[in-house]
Structure formats: C-alpha cells, structure tokens
Nanobody, 121 residues
Framework: QVQLVESGGGLVQPGGSLRLSCAAS????????MGWYSQAPGKQRELAAT????????YYADSVKGRFIISRDKDKSTVYLQMNSLKPEDTAVYYC??????????????WGQGTQVTVSS
C-alpha cells in the first residue's frame, strides 16, 4: 500500500540546522496532508508542523514557529522540514505523518519510521 520513509536526522550543535525528508511511496491516489510530529524521551508525541497538500497551507506549533519551515514536492510526494536555530529542547524522534488515500482503498493515516534529531554542544 503506502509507505513513508524518512531521512535527514542526526546530531547538530545548538543554533545549527537540519533538513528532514519524508517520501511517500506505493499505490497513492491522493495526499491530503503531510506533516511532522516529535516525540522526546518520556513525552507524548506532539505535532510540530503540517501542510495541506493541495493548497500548501501550513500550521506550526508555537514552539517551532519562526524556526522550522515545512515544504513539499508534489511531484516526488515528499515533505520536508527545514529546522533552523535548533535548540536542545528540539531533541526528539521526528515522525513523518501523512493522510493519504491509496488507490482502490479508503483514506488512512500513515507514519514514517522516525528519525532521531539530537541537538547538543
């Protein structure tokens, strides 16, 4: 069916930047929205940013607003998260999210495998 594959995580110093990518593949009919969630150790998974696939409208959590930028490449079915001015509190596993309609199937929510982002000096 549909898979979300993430890449781009790693270790960066405070104030640094990182770019996450998430590519959707499989028998996709349409994408309604994609986004990114973060989950720090011992914490619940939280929404960081989402993007409407058709119109390109964005939503950001207050904690990342002004620092992170979500974008998409519709031809590649890929969503990106440009993470700037990173802080230690951004350290988390980042999960890609997609609300996607597969071919000959109903709309479902899909999750990537997660990619570790560590911000430390």
């Amino acid at each position: 069916q549909v898979q979300l594959v993430e890449s781009g995580g790693g270790l960066v110093q405070p104030g640094g930047s990182l770019r996450l990518s998430c590519a959707a593949s499989g028998s996709i009919f349409s994408i309604y929205a994609m986004g990114w969630y973060s989950q720090a150790p011992g914490k619940q998974r939280e929404l960081a940013a989402t993007m409407s696939w058709s119109g390109g409208g964005t939503y950001y959590a207050d904690s990342v607003k002004g620092r992170f930028i979500i974008s998409r490449d519709k031809d590649k079915s890929t969503v990106y998260l440009q993470m700037n001015s990173l802080k230690p509190e951004d350290t988390a596993v980042y999960y890609c999210y997609g609300r996607i309609t597969p071919r000959q199937a109903i709309t479902n929510d899909y999750w990537g495998q997660g990619t570790q982002v560590t911000v430390s000096s």
